[in-house]
Nanobody, 126 residues
């Protein structure tokens, strides 16, 4: 059974930083691209960042480019999202997801991912 567990969310002031982690079990982590998404109340799920299966390719939403960094540690079966210069509009639950197909590059479409975590809340106060 594939499981994804996010951690690292919390309350931070605008301009602050957080690092999210997502631990994956039940799948050969190193074979799959990973992604981070968020979904604010009343809004659609939004792509934030993705990383390919080798870690060589990364892809970011325009709204977070230059502020967020996605990375992976295959030895720990974990993907990270370093978030700097946080803004109130970054407030949302954040979800990690693992790609549906093996050995793919970073991708933004939610339909390309098949397993999702339960989410970790990020709240940025102004």
């Amino acid at each position: 059974q594939v499981q994804l567990v996010e951690s690292g969310g919390g309350l931070v002031q605008a301009g602050g930083s957080l690092r999210l982690s997502c631990a994956v079990s039940g799948r050969t982590f190193s074979n799959y691209a990973m992604g981070w998404f968020r979904q604010a109340p009343g809004k659609e799920r939004e792509f934030v960042a993705g990383i390919g299966w080798t870690g060589a390719s990364t892809y970011y939403a325009e709204s977070v480019k230059g502020r967020f960094t996605i990375s992976r540690d295959n030895a720990k079966n974990t993907v990270y999202l370093q978030m700097n210069s946080l803004k109130p509009e970054d407030t949302a639950p954040y979800y990690c997801a693992t790609a549906r197909a093996r050995r793919t590059a970073a991708a933004a479409l939610p339909s390309l991912y098949d397993y999702w975590g339960q989410g970790t809340q990020v709240t940025v106060s102004s």
